[in-house]
């Protein structure tokens, strides 16, 4: 069979060829022909089309040139592609209204089977959605035939000269053929509409279908049982022929088939089941070494050990029946209860493993419910009993739509099964699972809480009153959504439960999985965190993406109907007249996620294999570096909003708005990144380089689109904007080079030498091993100072990096050598005079107020003045610790009384 697949492929592959091959030998030939007709005689009549470019006789007889749009092709040429395009869309549109009579004639054909009514609702949405590609074909031809009447111009008024009739006939045939391109989309549309009231149509048929077999009601009674009887009889003998004579058809004459349909079932049971186990146990497995567990690890092994062996369990019987079906063992009239009978198995195995992991009747430990060991084990066997009595009566009942057997017998079969079911909920009501009061689930347990039996207690007389009353359908949809829908959304809020604690800070580290992560990749208590929070988001779509059509199949949905609006949630979400698609969107995010790791990777290529072998400086390499981010990140947000389909036309608008906010509101934004890429080009500084501005000044750390990073000596990030480093001045100790200056200044008394002191500076700055010896040290008279001689020691350095090192060895070494040749340094002197007054008047006033003579006076005088320069004894002790004391001089002090002496 796949041999006979790839034949077929290769035949189709080079028909496909050969009529590509055609196609471009008629287009070479129609492009050898002459573009155009020249005639000797002017008056002579040209082609019913004039094709571009050619002379065209004016109304006064000259020439005029007739200039064609851009991109149109020659008059044949254009007949003949607008013929065919119109061709193609009248067969597709006469198809397609033929299939919309076909359709609307099966839709009432089928009114009563709702598998049918799905289909042929997909069929509609199908047609429908194909004539919107008969618009779609037309409108470059009609955009083309617009530009082109455009380009000829409105016909001539009354009155003015008569216009060629080469041109009045291409006048004429583009807008006939306007008209028909406007007729056939027309027809489109009006088959577009015709599908969506037919799906519109198709929907109410359902739903009313759907009502009606639930309340419809039918008449019990001793006739009723007595007719189900006898068709019970008749379906027996009917099913005994039909399976018997199956089933000896196939071992007499499909042994084989059977053989290996038993050997390859067996060995799928092998690998799905026995490997689930083998994979996933550490997921389901119980630990029983007495410990009590969490009620996270309840929570999850709860979840996986209902989730994975029923996964493995419908993958098997899945497989089963597709092998079944491949080696032609199965029947028209026997595939579909082969069909719901493994669904069923299915199920009862899917709310089995639920029970046993929500009740764990025989480890305690585990169970998340607080009941004794006895309810555990009644509510295990109910519930097991309630979910094979529904399983029986959907086998039940597919097995009589098979057969054709009466009505009254389904009516039956359903009775009896509600009535098992309501019976069996009555029970449930009336048991006592409930934990004890000591707290010992090994004692006898006590009544339910009276919510919960009078809800079952009306649940399951209900269902029986229902029944009796001849409610049969609407009794067997309430028992089904009772047994499968209530297992389903307990499944769902088990796994509610499992993703909410599992997201729950410092919780996932104690998981096998976070421990598995932990050790495995190293992470630390937030990368974990963050992992159990998207491990708990993971859980929570998976619980919606399995419960969510399980629900919805349950309540009489077919699985077309997801499908459907599942195509529609991921690729048709209208809002207004604009259209979102999920999976473009999707899409699109993935492209530039791609795109943006082939950026980071061919940046470390780069920088990495090219850049670092031509030993480029480190800042170039991440100017470098950094452009190529920049553009790789613009270049992947082309290609992820091309691929997610986005129209850049109709964001015209927006980007119009977005330009004139640009112009106030973000103008510094702008300022700033613009300046930012000035930066990278011209590259005033690079990562590395020490810079001062007017208000910092450290090592660039980072150059980025906004700021630049700039760290300072005292290891502080400070983050300057690029706008203020371009309209700012900014020095570069590095700019070009490293080399640089080291400037010691040095005071020696009056009575040094100076040019001794120019040669022990010069020998000291030569000794050090940093110091350059070209450009050669120097040694600068700077000036007479207050108390010194000024003078500055200047010599360069490769590295101005080292500047701070060199400045202390060579001031050291200074201060050492001046010590031992007795040089001295010296310290601040102030001469201060205090002139008390004149003429003795400020004495006399002194004497009158301290009643004693001139000395007196002048004592007290100097203790006033004393008083005002000798500080407080705070702000003295403050003073010493802020300053070196200076050495201070005594002063003579004349007193002009005559009378007094100063005082040394």
């Given at each position: 069979m796949r041999f006979d697949r790839l034949i077929t492929l290769a035949l189709a592959a080079l028909l496909m060829i050969w009529t590509a091959g055609a196609a471009l030998s008629q287009t070479a030939e129609t492009a050898q022909a002459p573009d155009a007709v020249q005639s000797a005689d002017p008056a002579q009549p040209l082609p019913e089309a004039a094709p571009s470019g050619t002379v065209a006789p004016a109304a006064d007889g000259g020439a005029t040139d007739i200039p064609a749009a851009p991109g149109t092709q020659t008059a044949p040429e254009a007949v003949t592609?607008?013929?065919?395009?119109?061709?193609?869309?009248?067969?597709?549109?006469?198809?397609?209204?033929?299939?919309?009579?076909?359709?609307?004639?099966?839709?009432?054909?089928?009114?009563?089977?709702?598998?049918?009514?799905?289909?042929?609702?997909?069929?509609?949405?199908?047609?429908?959605?194909?004539?919107?590609?008969?618009?779609?074909?037309?409108?470059?031809?009609?955009?083309?035939?617009?530009?082109?009447?455009?380009?000829?111009?409105?016909?001539?008024?009354?009155?003015?000269?008569?216009?060629?009739?080469?041109?009045?006939?291409?006048?004429?045939?583009?807008?006939?053929?306007?008209?028909?391109?406007?007729?056939?989309?027309?027809?489109?549309?009006?088959?577009?509409?015709?599908?969506?009231?037919?799906?519109?149509?198709?929907?109410?048929?359902?739903?009313?279908?759907?009502?009606?077999?639930?309340?419809?009601?039918?008449?019990?009674?001793?006739?009723?049982?007595?007719?189900?009887?006898?068709?019970?009889?008749?379906?027996?003998?009917?099913l005994e022929r039909i399976y018997g004579s199956w089933i000896k058809f196939i071992w007499l004459f499909k042994w084989q088939a059977v053989l290996a349909w038993c050997f390859f079932s067996l060995l799928a049971a092998l690998v799905l089941v026995a490997g689930a186990f083998r994979v996933f146990g550490w997921l389901i497995h119980r630990e029983t070494d007495g410990e009590e567990p969490s009620y996270t690890s309840r929570l999850s092994v709860a979840f996986w050990s209902t989730l994975i062996p029923t996964a493995a369990m419908a993958a098997l019987a899945g497989i089963v029946y597709l092998l079944a079906d491949s080696l032609s063992l199965l029947r028209r009239d026997v595939a579909p209860v082969i069909a719901v009978a493994l669904a069923v198995v299915v199920g009862i195995y899917f709310v089995s493993k639920l029970a046993r992991a929500v009740l764990s009747p025989n480890m305690p430990a585990w169970r998340l419910v607080n009941i004794s060991n006895s309810g555990a084990r009644l509510l295990h066997v109910m519930v097991v009993a309630l979910v094979v009595v529904n399983g029986l009566d959907y086998v039940l009942n597919t097995v009589s739509q098979t057969l054709d057997s009466p009505v009254v017998l389904?009516?039956?079969?359903?009775?009896?099964?509600?009535?098992?079911?309501?019976?069996?909920?009555?029970?449930?009501?009336?048991?006592?699972?409930?934990?004890?009061?000591?707290?010992?689930?090994?004692?006898?347990?006590?009544?339910?809480?009276?919510?919960i039996s009078t809800t079952l207690l009306l649940?399951?007389?209900?269902?029986?009153?229902?029944?009796?009353?001849?409610?049969?359908?609407?009794?067997?949809?309430?028992?089904?959504?009772?047994?499968?829908?209530?297992?389903?959304?307990t499944m769902m809020y088990i796994g509610y439960l499992s993703g909410r604690a599992i997201s729950t800070q410092e919780t996932f580290a104690g998981t096998a999985i976070g421990r598995w992560l932990e050790t495995r990749y190293q992470l630390g208590p937030m990368a974990l965190d963050q992992a159990g929070l998207a491990a708990g988001l993971l859980i929570n779509l998976l619980v919606l993406m399995l419960g969510v059509p399980l629900i919805l199949l349950q309540w009489g949905f077919q699985p077309q109907d997801i499908e459907l609006w599942f195509y529609r949630?991921?690729?048709?979400?209208?809002?207004?007249?604009?259209?979102?698609?999920?999976?473009?969107?999707?899409?699109?995010?993935?492209?530039?996620?791609?795109?943006?790791?082939?950026?980071?990777?061919?940046?470390?290529?780069?920088?990495?294999?090219?850049?670092?072998?031509?030993?480029?400086?480190?800042?170039?390499?991440?100017?470098?570096?950094?452009?190529?981010?920049?553009?790789?990140?613009?270049?992947?947000?082309?290609?992820?909003?091309?691929?997610?389909?986005?129209?850049?036309?109709?964001?015209?608008?927006?980007?119009?708005?977005?330009?004139?906010?640009?112009?106030?509101?973000?103008?510094?934004?702008?300022?700033?990144?613009?300046?930012?890429?000035?930066?990278?080009?011209?590259?005033?500084?690079?990562?590395?380089?020490?810079?001062?501005?007017?208000?910092?000044?450290?090592?660039?750390?980072?150059?980025?689109?906004?700021?630049?990073?700039?760290?300072?000596?005292?290891?502080?990030?400070?983050?300057?904007?690029?706008?203020e480093l371009i309209n700012s001045p900014v020095g570069n100790w590095t700019h070009r080079n490293k080399l640089?200056?080291?400037?010691?200044?040095?005071?020696?008394?009056?009575?040094?030498?100076?040019r001794k002191l120019i040669e022990i500076l010069t020998e000291i700055a030569q000794g050090h091993d940093l110091v350059l010896r070209v450009p050669e040290?120097?040694?600068?008279?700077?000036?007479?100072?207050?108390?010194?001689?000024?003078?500055?020691?200047?010599?360069?350095?490769?590295?101005?990096?080292?500047?701070?090192?060199?400045?202390?060895?060579?001031?050291?070494?200074?201060?050492?050598?001046?010590?031992?040749?007795?040089?001295?340094?010296?310290?601040?002197?102030?001469?201060?005079?205090?002139?008390?007054?004149?003429?003795?008047?400020?004495?006399?006033?002194?004497?009158?107020?301290?009643?004693?003579?001139p000395a007196a006076a002048v004592k007290a005088s100097r203790a006033k003045s004393a008083s005002k320069l000798v500080p407080a004894p705070e702000t003295q002790a403050g003073t010493q610790r802020r300053r070196r004391p200076s050495k201070a001089k005594a002063d003579s002090m004349d007193v002009d009384d005559g009378g007094g002496e100063g005082e040394k």
């Open positions: 592609a607008v013929s065919q395009a119109i061709v193609a869309a009248e067969e597709k549109l006469e198809a397609a209204e033929a299939d919309m009579t076909r359709l609307q004639q099966r839709v009432e054909e089928n009114a009563e089977n709702d598998t049918a009514l799905v289909d042929l609702k997909l069929e509609a949405e199908e047609l429908a959605r194909s004539m919107l590609d008969v618009g779609v074909s037309l409108r470059p031809r009609q955009t083309e035939i617009k530009a082109r009447l455009d380009q000829l111009g409105a016909p001539p008024a009354e009155g003015e000269p008569a216009e060629p009739d080469t041109l009045k006939a291409e006048r004429t045939r583009l807008a006939e053929e306007r008209a028909a391109i406007n007729a056939l989309t027309g027809r489109a549309e009006a088959v577009s509409v015709q599908a969506s009231e037919l799906g519109d149509k198709i929907t109410s048929l359902r739903r009313d279908l759907f009502t009606n077999t639930l309340i419809k009601r039918t008449e019990l009674g001793p006739g009723l049982m007595s007719e189900a009887y006898v068709a019970l009889n008749d379906e027996i003998g009917q389904t009516v039956a079969k359903g009775l009896i099964a509600v009535v098992l079911m309501s019976l069996i909920l009555i029970m449930m009501s009336m048991g006592k699972p409930m934990l004890a009061a000591s707290g010992d689930p090994a004692d006898s347990g006590q009544r339910w809480p009276r919510v649940a399951g007389v209900g269902l029986f009153l229902t029944a009796l009353l001849g409610y049969i359908g609407l009794a067997r949809f309430v028992a089904t959504q009772i047994v499968v829908t209530g297992a389903i959304l949630v991921m690729t048709d979400i209208r809002i207004g007249g604009i259209t979102i698609s999920l999976v473009g969107i999707f899409f699109g995010v993935v492209m530039f996620i791609i795109g943006l790791i082939v950026t980071r990777w061919f940046q470390r290529w780069l920088d990495g294999s090219v850049m670092s072998r031509g030993r480029m400086d480190a800042g170039v390499r991440n100017s470098i570096k950094t452009g190529i981010g920049y553009l790789g990140v613009a270049i992947a947000g082309l290609i992820g909003v091309s691929a997610a389909g986005i129209d850049m036309s109709n964001l015209a608008l927006v980007a119009g708005a977005l330009s004139l906010g640009i112009g106030f509101g973000l103008q510094n934004i702008v300022s700033n990144f613009v300046s930012g890429l000035i930066l990278l080009v011209e590259r005033p500084f690079k990562v590395g380089d020490w810079v001062s501005t007017s208000t910092t000044e450290g090592f660039v750390k980072k150059i980025s689109v906004r700021a630049t990073e700039i760290e300072t000596f005292t290891r502080q990030s400070i983050i300057v904007p690029n706008s640089g200056r080291v400037d010691v200044p040095i005071g020696v008394s009056y009575d040094t030498d100076a040290p120097v040694v600068h008279f700077s000036g007479f100072g207050e108390s010194s001689l000024d003078f500055v020691l200047k010599c360069h350095i490769s590295d101005v990096l080292n500047g701070i090192t060199v400045r202390t060895e060579l001031s050291l070494r200074i201060l050492e050598r001046l010590n031992a040749e007795n040089i001295e340094i010296p310290f601040p002197q102030r001469d201060l005079n205090i002139k008390l007054g004149e003429d003795g008047e400020v004495l006399a006033v002194l004497k009158e107020k301290t009643g004693g003579g």
